[in-house]
T-cell receptor, first 113, second 113 residues
Framework: GENVEQHPSTLSVQEGDSAVIKCTYSDSASNYFPWYKQELGKRPQLIIDIRSNVGEKKDQRIAVTLNKTAKHFSLHITETQPEDSAVYFCAASGYSSASKIIFGSGTRLSIRP | KAGVTQTPRYLIKTRGQQVTLSCSPISGHRSVSWYQQTPGQGLQFLFEYFSETQRNKGNFPGRFSGRQFSNSRSEMNVSTLELGDSALYLC????????????FGQGTRLTVV
């Protein structure tokens, strides 16, 4: 069945350093890969997404890469700041709309001052 | 533009009871998806409604059901509550056609005692 694996489950980095979170998916039909950030007690919010016809996408300090052959995708955050501390979820959707999203298990990112 | 609204925010129910949760999507959005979030299982897809019809379904027992009204508002019902149903229930709305961002509500925290 559909499955998204995410690593690591926890990540602690020094402020200013980079953070990388990796995910793999099982469904070959997946063609949309959003990343969500969830702060404590708040709703998940989309921070970046990538579609299967693109290998890399960047938005300021955040970038996502996709390797469809290996079914891998990754989130890269550069120059980390305290406000980056949160739980990050990768996800995959294999439908014509993004209405059914399969989430990874989440990565709790902590930024050390 | 108002965001996705879920009511109530908090609920405490007893085992065996039933509960109904409500989700009002962003104006113009026709798709509403429901997710269960627990510390152990992460974010799991329950089902999706589009134009008053269930379009996608996750792997949850029949005790979990939903519906959508002509104004796109959606309700989720859980019957014969079990302790394991305690979770944060999130709904997300999207346009429902094409790959577009899904916006999450604040969630309903359900506690079953």
């Amino acid at each position: 069945g559909e499955n998204v694996e995410q690593h690591p489950s926890t990540l602690s980095v020094q402020e200013g350093d980079s953070a990388v979170i990796k995910c793999t998916y099982s469904d070959s039909a997946s063609n949309y890969f959003p990343w969500y950030k969830q702060e404590l007690g708040k709703r998940p919010q989309l921070i970046i997404d990538i579609r299967s016809n693109v290998g890399e996408k960047k938005d300021q300090r955040i970038a996502v890469t996709l390797n469809k052959t290996a079914k891998h995708f990754s989130l890269h955050i550069t120059e980390t700041q305290p406000e980056d501390s949160a739980v990050y979820f990768c996800a995959a959707s294999g439908y014509s709309s993004a209405s059914k999203i399969i989430f990874g298990s989440g990565t709790r990112l902590s930024i050390r001052p | 533009k108002a965001g996705v609204t879920q009511t109530p925010r908090y609920l405490i129910k007893t085992r065996g009871q039933q509960v109904t949760l409500s989700c009002s999507p962003i104006s113009g959005h026709r798709s509403v998806s429901w997710y269960q979030q627990t510390p152990g299982q992460g974010l799991q897809f329950l089902f999706e409604y589009f134009s008053e019809t269930q379009r996608n379904k996750g792997n949850f027992p029949g005790r979990f059901s939903g519906r959508q009204f002509s104004n796109s508002r959606s309700e989720m019902n859980v019957s014969t509550l079990e302790l394991g149903d305690s979770a944060l229930y999130l709904c997300a709305s999207s346009l429902g056609t094409g790959i577009t961002e899904a916006f999450f509500g604040q969630g309903t925290r359900l506690t079953v005692v």
